[in-house]
C-alpha cells in the first residue's frame, strides 16, 4: 500500500497540472509559413526568369507587391509567434553545445562565410530573446530580407543569388516548421 500511494498521487497531480517542453503548436503560424514558402519559391522564380528585364527588376510592381506582402505576411506571423509562449528558448545552450563542438556562431565568423560567397556581409544578428518560435519567425524575417537586399542591391536576381536566397529560405522556413511541429503529435 505504501508504494501505490506515491503512484496515486503523482497520477492524480499529472491530472492537474500541466509542464510542457517547447511551444505549442499553432496551426495558423504553420499555414502561414507554408503559404509563404510557395509564394516566395514562386516569386523567386520569377524575376529569376525575367531578370535583366523590367519585369524582373526590383523596381518592377510584382516586386513591390511581394516585397509588401511578405512583409506584412511576416509581420503578423510575428505577432502570433510572440504571443505564443512567455517562456525564454534555452538558446545559449543551444550556441554552448555549438561552441564545444568546434562552430564558431559569432556575427563576424557569419560575415566572414558570406563575404566568401558574395552575400550581404551587413546583415545583423538574430535576436534570440523570447519563445523558440518568435527566434525561429525572427530567422524567416531575416531569409526573406537578405532576398530583398540582394534584389535591391543588383535590381535583379542572377541565377546564382536566387538559387542562394531560396535555398536560405527553405533553411529558415524548415527549420520554423520543425521547432512548431514539435508538439503538433
Not at 509564394?39 to 509588401?68: L, P, V
Not at 531575416?142 to 537586399?149: C, F, G, N, R, V
Request: proline fraction near 2%; include cysteine; hydrophobic fraction near 45%.
Amino acid at each position: 500500500m505504501n508504494r501505490i500511494l506515491p503512484v496515486v498521487f503523482g497520477l492524480l497531480l499529472s491530472g492537474c497540472t500541466s509542464f510542457v517542453i517547447g511551444e505549442p503548436y499553432d496551426k495558423a503560424i504553420d499555414d502561414e509559413l507554408n503559404v509563404f514558402q510557395k509564394s516566395t519559391a514562386e516569386f523567386i522564380k520569377s524575376m529569376q526568369m525575367n531578370a535583366g528585364t523590367a519585369k524582373g527588376s526590383y523596381q518592377s510592381d510584382e516586386a513591390r507587391k511581394y516585397y509588401a506582402s511578405a512583409a506584412a505576411s511576416l509581420s503578423n506571423l510575428q505577432l502570433r509567434a510572440d504571443v505564443l509562449s512567455s517562456r525564454t528558448c534555452p538558446t545559449s545552450k543551444a550556441l554552448q553545445l555549438f561552441a564545444s563542438a568546434g562552430v564558431d556562431t559569432s556575427q563576424a565568423a557569419i560575415a566572414n562565410a558570406e563575404k566568401r560567397v558574395g552575400g550581404a556581409a551587413d546583415s545583423e544578428a538574430l535576436d534570440v530573446s523570447g519563445n523558440c518560435i518568435a527566434i525561429v519567425v525572427r530567422g524567416v524575417r531575416m531569409a526573406e530580407s537578405d532576398l530583398e537586399a540582394d534584389h535591391r542591391e543588383a535590381s535583379k536576381l542572377t541565377p546564382t543569388v536566387a538559387l542562394l536566397d531560396s535555398q536560405e529560405i527553405d533553411a529558415a522556413v524548415r527549420v520554423a516548421l520543425t521547432a512548431l511541429r514539435a508538439k503538433k503529435y
